[in-house]
């Protein structure tokens, strides 16, 4: 059947299947020289408040198409930038019209007559269209096909080729968003190659990863011709319009020809390391004050050590299941210096003088009353330095410090998985097993940060 030209009834001959395949020619669509934009996206945008709205202003936009539905990984929606390069804006507009690439290519200038569309926004995602109701709540839908030539207009320019905006994922911005983009040096998530796209006919997210580990999410539709293809397991480039839903952000590609991987995988970025040279140096508990409570580690080594994966268990009392813990990722240990934990970070600077490396809270490792047992913990699972013996109440043992102070002997350079008492000098209020009973009182008997 052949379907006559003209926007209306194009777009009917659709909808009535006047063509049982995709694989027709492009009907050749009237086209518009008169109309010109008289408002910007940000104006746009600013009509919104906390709701959804009706346009009641007589403003034209302009814009140039990004998205294609030729492989049915967009379906009824138009995504489009205010400049082929070099964009400033993004929108994206919900239309209730299959095979949308016929109609408006990649690179086609359209213009869009806002009156009587609506305007929504989601976490800072403007939408225009028509409207949808559901569960008592109304929201942006698909602008009824035949609706559509009523507020679209194609532009007799020439198409203009679509310059991707270079971008990374540490430094993306909102107003990217419904924009082109691309990226270099990405790859899939190891635990995610050779999977497909997308699950048959379900929305499905896949993993991009840099070489730094920061992620982007790939959403690909279970429609798609693409769908059951294997992810690569190489590392490129991909373009795509950029979307975000909820706080993330996301990427759509138009056909498998977005993307070009074909180089290396990235090294694996090696953030964890582990050394036998950093260890408890002095655990404190004021006689004259709980709260200046703090625990301190030491680094007898000759280099910096990135404590990424490393933490300290606390087990209270005699418990042998760990109590609480405190994460030392992304703290760094500086060579032969210490670096002092609070749980009181306000006391501590008052009492002290200055403030901790870590602040953390009260129950914590570092908030022990003296007779509980601790472990330094590396990214490996390992055991690197113990104070006292864990499912053993340190009460009038070798190992309490209530009161008091546990401090490392100088001579110690090096951790220990097992308690050895001659490593310490322990200061509390009993001087039991070997202790010295001799409270200690903040802040002139501590030496938080001096090894």
């Not at 539709?221 to 294997?230: E, H």
Request: charged share 20%.
């Amino acid at each position: 059947m052949f379907c006559k030209v003209g926007w209306l009834l194009a777009f009917t001959c659709l909808l009535c299947s006047c063509v049982e395949d995709r694989s027709f020619e492009v009907p050749d669509a009237a086209c518009t020289t008169t109309l010109v934009s008289n408002a910007t996206f940000s104006q746009v945008k600013s009509l919104y408040q906390d709701g959804l709205i009706q346009i009641q202003e007589d403003w034209v936009i302009e814009g140039f198409v990004v998205s294609s539905d030729e492989a049915s990984n967009f379906f009824s929606v138009l995504h489009f930038q205010d400049n082929p390069s070099n964009p400033t804006e993004g929108f994206q507009i919900s239309i209730d019209v299959r095979d949308t690439h016929l109609f408006y290519p990649v690179g086609t200038k359209i213009f869009i007559k806002l009156k009587g569309l609506y305007l929504g926004q989601t976490r800072g995602v403007f939408r225009l269209g028509g409207t949808f109701a559901a569960f008592g709540t109304t929201s942006v839908g698909r602008l009824p096909a035949l609706k559509v030539p009523e507020h679209i207009f194609v532009s007799c320019d020439q198409a203009a080729g679509i310059v991707p905006t270079p971008t990374n994922i540490s430094t993306i911005m909102d107003r990217q968003i419904n924009t082109l983009v691309t990226f270099d040096q990405l790859e899939f998530a190891a635990a995610e190659i050779g999977l497909p796209f997308a699950s048959a006919a379900a929305e499905t997210e896949r993993t991009l990863t840099d070489c730094e580990d920061n992620e982007l999410l790939l959403v690909n539709s279970g429609f798609s011709d693409f769908q059951a293809d294997a992810l690569p397991s190489g590392n490129g480039r991909i373009t795509g319009v950029l979307l975000k839903e909820n706080d993330d952000f996301q990427l759509a590609i138009r056909t498998l020809g977005d993307m070009d991987f074909q180089s290396e995988r990235c090294e694996d970025v090696v953030t964890e390391f582990t050394s036998n040279r950093i260890f408890f140096s002095e655990l404190a508990d004021p006689d004259n004050n709980a709260s200046a409570r703090f625990l301190e580690l030491y680094n007898a080594g000759d280099s910096d050590l990135d404590l990424n994966g490393w933490q300290i268990r606390r087990y209270t009392n005699a418990n042998t299941e760990v109590s609480s813990t405190i994460d030392l990722s992304g703290l760094i240990i500086t060579a032969q210096s210490t670096l002092v934990i609070s749980p009181n970070a306000g006391v501590f600077e008052t009492v002290y003088g200055f403030l901790p490396d870590l602040a953390v809270g009260t129950n914590s490792p570092a908030d022990s009353n003296g007779d509980d047992n601790l472990e330094l913990i590396d990214p490996f699972g390992t055991v690197i330095d113990v104070f006292g013996v864990i499912g053993m109440d340190g009460t009038g043992t070798n190992h309490e410090f209530e009161d008091g102070r546990a401090n490392r002997r100088e001579a110690i350079l090096m951790g220990s998985p097992l308690y050895t008492f001659g490593e310490w000098l322990i200061f509390n209020d009993s001087g039991d097993a070997g202790t010295t009973n001799l409270p200690q009182m903040a802040p002139e008997d501590f030496t938080p940060g001096i090894r």
